[in-house]
């Protein structure tokens, strides 16, 4: 594997980077219902910047906070970034409520965008624009475009202007960002320099459950991984409980939405 571009440089960047998946949302739930019951549509009026976390997201988040509070100061977060998304943004809020931290809003790590197929899982797709199930086979889950919407390496190039700045903006800090499951797929695929055929099995093989942290730290002066997925918060709480999509038809309900 080639060594990625966002290994190269001088190591004047962040000490830590670490991607947290929002907690469990009403959109999760509502698409799990959409997937058991075949229908072509998801159950769920808000739109998508506006979907907000189920009770068990909630319980979740609060569970990430216990663990954050937990820590040592050297090694809790310094810088917080969320997306502006409501599910997202919630589980920052929560997760931090017990540190003196400002959440700083960025779009570049919202979600990415289906265009007319925000809310219409893949069997309205199907049903409704076979031409585009087969566009989307022909082409490939990485570079299909849905007609008004965002492909993977659309969210990569968002990934790729964000990830520069913090480097260039916060050397020295902790960085935790609050984000979604495509998003922090892009950012594997940048920070480890995967390639299309990897980052799209990694969907599949290790599904993201919510509220989990993915972790990297410098290493001489490149953010190595030292771990994915990481759910201990989640697990070690009385209270809240892992959730993940069910299995990859998941992904195709909605065509592919993290909500």
Same mark, same amino acid.
């Given at each position: 594997?080639?060594? @990625?571009?966002?290994?190269?440089g001088?190591?004047?960047?962040i000490?830590?980077?670490?991607?947290?998946?929002?907690?469990?949302?009403?959109?999760?739930?509502?698409?799990?219902?959409?997937?058991a019951a075949?229908?072509?549509?998801?159950d769920?009026?808000?739109?998508d910047?506006? #979907?907000?976390?189920?009770?068990?997201g909630? $319980?979740?988040?609060?569970?990430?906070?216990e663990?954050?509070?937990?820590?040592p $100061?050297?090694?809790?977060?310094?810088?917080?970034?969320?997306s502006?998304?409501?599910r997202?943004?919630?589980?920052?809020?929560?997760a931090?409520?017990?540190?003196?931290?400002?959440?700083?809003?960025?779009?570049?790590?919202?979600?990415?965008?289906?265009?007319?197929?925000?809310?219409?899982?893949?069997?309205g797709?199907e049903?409704?624009h @076979?031409?585009?199930?087969?566009?989307?086979?022909?082409?490939g $889950?990485?570079?299909?475009?849905?007609?008004?919407?965002?492909?993977?390496a659309d969210?990569?190039?968002?990934?790729?202007?964000?990830? #520069?700045?913090?480097?260039?903006?916060?050397?020295?800090?902790?960085?935790?960002?609050f984000?979604?499951?495509?998003?922090?797929?892009?950012?594997r695929?940048?920070?480890?320099?995967?390639?299309?055929?990897?980052? #799209?099995?990694?969907?599949?093989?290790? @599904?993201?459950a919510?509220c989990?942290?993915?972790?990297?730290?410098a290493?001489?002066?490149?953010?190595?991984l030292v771990?994915?997925?990481?759910?201990r918060?989640?697990?070690?709480?009385?209270?809240?409980? #892992?959730?993940?999509?069910?299995?990859?038809?998941?992904?195709?309900?909605g065509a592919?939405?993290?909500?």
């Amino acid at each position: 594997m080639e060594k @990625p571009l966002a290994a190269e440089g001088q190591s004047r960047g962040i000490v830590e980077l670490v991607l947290v998946r929002h907690g469990e949302s009403v959109g999760n739930v509502a698409d799990r219902e959409a997937i058991a019951a075949k229908a072509h549509r998801l159950d769920l009026e808000a739109r998508d910047a506006d #979907v907000e976390l189920s009770e068990e997201g909630q $319980k979740q988040a609060d569970a990430l906070g216990e663990h954050l509070a937990s820590l040592p $100061k050297d090694q809790r977060p310094t810088i917080v970034v969320s997306s502006p998304y409501q599910r997202a943004r919630s589980t920052a809020e929560r997760a931090l409520a017990a540190l003196d931290l400002e959440v700083v809003i960025d779009e570049r790590i919202r979600e990415r965008e289906l265009g007319i197929f925000d809310g219409v899982t893949w069997y309205g797709i199907e049903a409704t624009h @076979p031409e585009e199930s087969a566009r989307r086979a022909r082409v490939g $889950k990485f570079y299909y475009r849905p007609p008004g919407g965002e492909s993977w390496a659309d969210v990569i190039l968002r990934v790729r202007s964000i990830l #520069v700045e913090l480097q260039e903006r916060f050397h020295g800090e902790r960085v935790w960002l609050f984000s979604h499951e495509a998003v922090i797929l892009a950012f594997r695929y940048v920070v480890e320099g995967l390639d299309e055929k990897r980052v #799209v099995a990694l969907q599949k093989e290790e @599904p993201l459950a919510n509220c989990s942290m993915t972790r990297y730290r410098a290493v001489d002066g490149a953010l190595q991984l030292v771990r994915a997925d990481d759910t201990r918060p989640v697990e070690e709480s009385d209270e809240a409980h #892992v959730t993940h999509e069910t299995d990859d038809a998941a992904e195709d309900a909605g065509a592919g939405q993290d909500i």
